[in-house]
């Protein structure tokens, strides 16, 4: 069964600071995978996504995230952070090549709160 | 009103009530899902439909049915629950339930049950 781990449940960084959230998943091969953030009281609302192609990704917000498969990892990057940016962000990965609906499997999620 | 909406936003509720959540979408979109969000734990995928028809139930009890009368409207009528099902329930929709579709979350509807 696949599966996604954040092993950051809470981070803190000082507004201007660079940001860097881990995302490993298992699954047998490479899966579509996506970072969502939650702000308070919101949805979710999707960053990010990769199907295929190059491993570097640019998102909304200024967010990126990179593919590295070797590490089965999909971490999520921002070169300065904004104290908008407190919120919790959540990785997904859905297994490609399915029909009959998007079946997201979500990580425990990483609560960032930004220092000013 | 754009994007997808929920109502009511919080609900507290008795275990021998029965209550329902709605929701709907305003994107035109095919595929609708319920998701349901406990402290501490992953986002848990319930029930899909695409086209108004049911494609995912995931092991959800019986105590939760879920009703999708048209592709704009998804319900989630609840019945004799239990203190652990207090949790935020997300609805979100996508274009047409393909992998690729990129999927539109609502605010959620806070559950307490008492």
């Known amino acids: 069964a696949q599966s996604v781990t954040q092993p950051d449940i809470h981070i803190t960084v000082s507004e201007g600071a660079s940001l860097e959230l881990r995302c490993n998943y298992s699954y047998g091969a490479t899966p579509y995978l996506f970072w969502y953030v939650q702000s308070p009281g919101q949805g979710l609302q999707l960053l990010l996504k990769?199907?295929?192609?190059?491993?570097l990704v640019q998102g909304i917000k200024g967010f990126e995230a990179e593919f590295k498969r070797s590490q089965s990892s999909f971490n999520l990057r921002k070169p300065s952070v904004h104290w908008s940016d407190a919120a919790e962000y959540f990785c997904?990965?859905?297994?490609?090549?399915?029909?009959?609906?998007?079946?997201?499997?979500f990580g425990t999620g990483t609560q960032l709160k930004v220092e000013l | 009103e754009t994007g997808v909406t929920q109502t009511p936003r919080h609900l507290v509720m008795g275990m021998t009530n029965k209550k329902s959540l709605k929701c709907e979408q305003h994107?035109?979109?095919?595929?609708m899902y319920w998701y349901k969000q406990s402290a501490k734990k992953p986002l848990e995928l319930m029930f899909v439909y695409n086209f108004k028809e049911q494609t995912e139930n995931n092991s959800v009890p019986s105590r939760f049915s879920p009703e999708c009368p048209n592709s704009s409207h998804l319900f989630l009528h609840l019945h004799t629950l239990q203190p652990e099902d207090s949790a935020l329930y997300l609805c979100?929709?996508?274009?047409?339930?393909?992998?690729?579709?990129?999927?539109?979350f609502g605010p959620g509807t806070r559950l307490t049950v008492l």
């Open positions: 979100a929709s996508s274009h047409s339930g393909g992998t690729t579709d990129t999927q539109y």
């Open positions: 994107l035109g979109h095919n595929a």
């Open positions: 990769y199907f295929s192609g190059d491993t």
């Open positions: 997904a990965v859905a297994p490609p090549n399915t029909g009959g609906g998007n079946k997201l499997t």
